[in-house]
Every structure is written in C-alpha cells, then in structure tokens.
C-alpha cells in the first residue's frame, strides 16, 4: 500500500499536467480548430482525478512533516510517468470522435499512449507518418500538435523535478524525489536545497528555450513552429510540426545550424550551464566528460564526411544521435557502408550526465573504459594498487558497481527487448528489430529499416509498441529506477 503523501504528489502531477492541455488549447482557439473540445475534455479528466487523488489522502495524511523515503520517490517517479502517460493520450484520442483526423484514420488507444510516452520520456518515436503518400501530421490541428511538443516540455527536465518547487507548500521534503528522477551516476544537488536546484535547473531549462524560438524566428519559422521544435530541441526529443522533421526547412538554412546549436547544449550536463550563467564559471573544458562529447562529435561527422556524406548532414545526424534528440534533415538511412554501422552505434550512446539527453550517457562509458583498463593492469601487475578517477575526483567501488550493473542490464533488455520484436512481428527484418529496441530504450525516436527516418512506428504490432513503451520508461527513467518496483521487497513492509 501506497503512503498517502505519494498519493499526494501524483494528484498534483495530474493537475499540473491538465491545466498544461488548457495552454494547449489556446492555439485551438486561436487557430478556430476542431479539437479545442478533446483537449478540454481530456483537461477536465485530468484535472478532475489529480483533485479527487489530492483530497482522498489529504484526509488521511498525518500532519507533522515527513521526508520521503527512497521508496517514496521510485513509486512517484516511475507510477507518475505510467499514469501521466494515460492521461497524455486522451486527446489524441477523444479527437478521433470529433472529425479531427482525416474520415478513414483512426488511432488506437495503444497508438496514442505510445505517442503519449514517446513525448514525455522525449524518444520522438511516432505512429504517425506519411499514409499512402499523404503527409498525416501536418493535417493535425494546431492544439493537437502543440500539445504533442509540449509532452516533450514537460518530459524534457521531467515534470516530478518541476514538483519539487511546490512540494514545501504541502509540508513533503523532495530529496528523494530528486535521487530517483536525475539522470547520471550520481545526482548531485547544485544548492543545499532540493526546490532551489528544481527552479536553477528550469530557469536554465526555459531560458535556453526561449534562446531558441528568438533565434528560430529570426531565422524565418512562423512561431508556432519555432515554439514546438525547441520545446523538442532542448528536451532532446525530436517531435516535428512536419513530416519531414527539420528537411522540412532546407529553404531556410540558418535554422538546421540553430538547432545544431541548441541540440548540443541540451546534451551537456547542466551543471556546467549552472556554474557559467549563475557562478560565472566557465568549466566547460575542464570536464572530461564534455571534452569527451565533444571529440566523440567532431570524429563521427569526420567519419561521416569521408565516407560521402555532406558536411552539414553529417554534423546535424551525429549530434542528433548523439544528443539521443532523433531530429532528422535528411534520410540518414539510405546511408551505406561504414556509416550505417555508426548509427547503429550511436544509438547507445547518449550525452552527458546531468542532462535531458538519454542512452547509456558518456561518463558510464568512460567509467566503464577505465575499469577495463585497469583490470588489464592489475594481470600485468598483480600487486599494485591502482585507483579508478574521472578527472582528479576518486570513483568509489559502489558507484563502479553500479555502473557496471547499468551497462549489463542495458544490454540484457537490449537483446531481449529484440527477441520479443522479432516473434511477436515476425515480418520485422533484423535491422529493424535491432534498432527499435535500441531505438527505444535510448529515447532516441528513429531507427533503421521499417522504422527509419523517412517512416514512423505505426506499422508495428500492438504488443510491440507497448514493449516499445515500457523501454522507453526504462531508459528515460535509468533503468533501475522503474526495475525495483517489480521486486519483492518493494511491497514488503519494512
């Protein structure tokens, strides 16, 4: 049985996230569109059961103050993200009962959760894609769209962070909400107070998205555009208002190097960001982990380049990769030869620590590269005593172990996330069975094969999309954080 202050925290969640389909209807109303009526009614659901959760365990909660316990915060953090998920697909689809669509398409419930948790765990994985030769996605209505990127918003720095800024209004202490929410191999508060660190890292989180519609704008997008594609920039999601994604936009070439820009920051752990805009430190070369991220990019678009692709489609494909944000400004799948074995490789890995970015992020590869590397040298010298550091900071046994551990299970749900794609969809070639599952717990949104980046999802089975789904949670959630909540001690009283 659930404490009542975790059932506290979800109503508000659920709250939060109906009166974030009211801002989206606004462009409903403004466009005179038809699906004004299912982001309202979706809004009101919502609403309506964060309010009743709030209030059923607002009567039964103990009144002195309690901190959360580790518990506490993965049952919010990985039910939160389930639940939240439900809630987000309403929209879509109630619009099937209103004429939104074209007559002859319907989407599922399966459908738009999976759409739903494509844009809250920011992958950009779609079910919906060119039909027939028709676009689909730019018949969509205004709201309907808006509301799409803006699951990419809330996801972006994850919507039980942004709860730690009202958690002192209802007397709950957020520290092990935060622990079970960041990413990276340790989370690291930035002040001594968790709410403080919430508001730093979404000041630092919207300013950058303001940043960039001012600079999308300038640069020739309508506003409506250049507010969705930096809500999917800097949450590194990838939703676009275009079939095309940002191929869309060859006729204005300032907007794919704009994004170019904004990827790669959102990809660079925000703890540098915090200490250059608000302690006027500028330690961005002196992490080894973004010197890392930074060679790693400039060598893959090299080997992009050299093996005949252009030098802006090399760049834009490997950060968008990289950065696991899934944007597409050319049909990288037509690649041949050692290029498409890249981004097979790309995508595992991931950005920085500490960011929105998703995969196995850089510093657990780094770990992980001088573990081996040292194990090598204990065989050549048995007897001596070597230390394993990520710059001049001493990694300690624990946290190697679980690094290790994260690498193994990523691997493991990997293959057989694979497996289950390839007996459930028998039809799926290898490559694509491969890619989704990687594609999928990486948050990375297109793949190769059938599920490349000139097609969506739409095609697969239903048991596959909602596999797809339940990876996506694991790698935007890092894996463990959703894992223990199946195990037995879990549910056993302590």
């Not at 697909?89 to 939104?100: F, G, H, K, Q, T």
Request: glycine share 8%.
């Amino acid at each position: 049985m659930f404490n009542q202050q975790v059932s506290r925290i979800l109503g508000l969640s659920w709250i939060f996230l109906g009166l974030s389909m009211i801002a989206s209807s606004l462009w409903s109303i403004y466009e005179s569109t038809l699906d004004l009526n299912p982001l309202l009614i979706s809004s009101w659901i919502t609403i309506s059961s964060g309010i009743l959760l709030y209030y059923i365990s607002h009567s039964k909660i103990i009144k002195y103050k309690k901190e959360l316990t580790p518990r506490d915060g993965f049952a919010i953090v990985s039910i939160g993200w389930i639940t939240m998920a439900a809630f987000s697909a309403l929209p879509l689809y109630i619009s099937n009962y209103y004429n939104v669509y074209d007559a002859s398409y319907f989407i599922t419930y399966i459908d738009c959760y999976f759409e739903a948790m494509s844009g809250l765990t920011t992958t950009g994985a779609s079910i919906l894609g060119v039909e027939s030769g028709n676009p689909i996605i730019e018949r969509i209505p205004a709201g309907l769209l808006f509301w799409r990127s803006f699951t990419h918003f809330i996801g972006g720095m994850g919507i039980i962070v942004f709860s730690l800024a009202i958690l002192p209004m209802v007397g709950i202490g957020g520290v092990q909400l935060f622990r079970a929410e960041v990413a990276g191999p340790v989370a690291d508060k930035l002040t001594p107070r968790v709410k403080n660190t919430a508001k730093l890292l979404w000041q630092i989180y919207l300013g950058l998205i303001l940043l960039e519609i001012t600079a999308l704008k300038l640069a020739g997008m309508n506003l409506f555009d250049s507010i969705c594609h930096s809500f999917g920039t800097m949450a590194t999601g990838g939703f676009s208002t275009k079939d095309d994604s940002i191929a869309a936009f060859h006729h204005l070439p300032a907007v794919e190097w704009i994004i170019i820009i904004f990827m790669f920051l959102a990809a660079t752990n925000f703890s540098l960001h915090f200490l250059w805009f608000f302690k006027r430190k500028f330690e961005y070369l002196r992490d080894k982990e973004f010197r890392f991220y930074v060679i790693l990019i400039l060598s893959i678009s090299a080997l992009f380049i050299i093996n005949s692709q252009s030098p802006k489609h090399s760049i834009f494909t490997s950060l968008s990769l990289i950065t696991t944000t899934g944007f597409m400004n050319t049909d990288f799948g037509l690649w041949e030869g050692i290029s498409k074995v890249l981004i097979f490789f790309l995508l595992f890995v991931g950005g920085c620590a500490g960011s929105t970015t998703g995969g196995m992020k850089l510093v657990r590869t780094m770990l992980v590269s001088k573990y081996l590397f040292t194990e090598v040298k204990k065989l050549l010298h048995p007897k001596g005593v070597f230390s394993i550091k990520i710059g001049d900071t001493p990694i300690s046994n624990e946290i190697i172990r679980n690094t290790l551990g994260f690498y193994l299970f990523y691997i493991f749900i990997f293959v057989f996330s694979a497996i289950i794609f390839s007996m459930v969809d028998p039809s799926l070639s290898l490559e694509t069975s491969l890619t989704a599952s990687a594609s999928a717990i990486g948050n990375i949104g297109p793949g190769l094969g059938s599920i490349g980046p000139a097609s969506n999802w739409g095609e697969l089975s239903n048991i596959t999309k909602l596999v797809s789904c339940f990876c996506m949670l694991l790698g935007r959630l890092e894996i463990f954080t959703v894992i223990v909540i199946f195990s037995k001690s879990f549910w056993t009283k302590s």
